[in-house]
């Protein structure tokens, strides 16, 4: 994660709380280069309650994975190309042709796992299946990683 970033999502944790991790949690779930587990474990460490800093960053970063898929779907074609000339856009792409629904049981991995959410809009996959796999893989990945730190 870019250091400028992390500092100001970390402040911006420590003064304003819940809604702030919810806010950062989605901006990390989008494209942009940050962590959400490292947003995670800074709200943890300013003494945020565990499960409801588990609550607040799977509801984030639930949300920023439904952006990510109507983005695909409502500009899939010109951001296609995109995706492709990055190199985990392009594995997120080839898994999601080759396996389909079955490639969201990645889409919860670092790095990997966003734009898995992009290319599952891209090509359409039905958003029913793409909520009940993308959510509780997040949603248990954030449990995971909450026990780790306690």
Do not use: H
């Not at 911006?12 to 490292?38: H, R």
């Not at 500009?75 to 898994?95: T, V």
């Amino acid at each position: 994660m870019i250091p400028e970033i992390t500092l100001w999502m970390s402040e911006f944790i420590i003064n304003y709380g819940f809604i702030a991790l919810l806010i950062s949690s989605f901006i990390c779930a989008t494209i942009f280069p940050a962590s959400s587990v490292a947003i995670l474990f800074v709200a943890l460490s300013a003494g945020m309650e565990p499960i409801s800093a588990v609550i607040s960053s799977s509801i984030g970063n639930c949300l920023g994975c439904v952006f990510n898929y109507y983005l695909g779907r409502i500009i899939g074609n010109p951001l296609l190309p995109k995706l492709q000339k990055s190199k985990n856009g392009e594995k997120a792409i080839r898994y999601v042709k080759k396996y389909g629904t079955y490639s969201l049981y990645l889409a919860w991995t670092p790095f990997l796992g966003d734009p898995i959410t992009i290319a599952a809009g891209i090509f359409k996959i039905t958003f029913v299946k793409f909520v009940l796999i993308v959510f509780s893989f997040r949603i248990f990945f954030y449990i995971i990683v909450m026990l780790f730190y306690i």
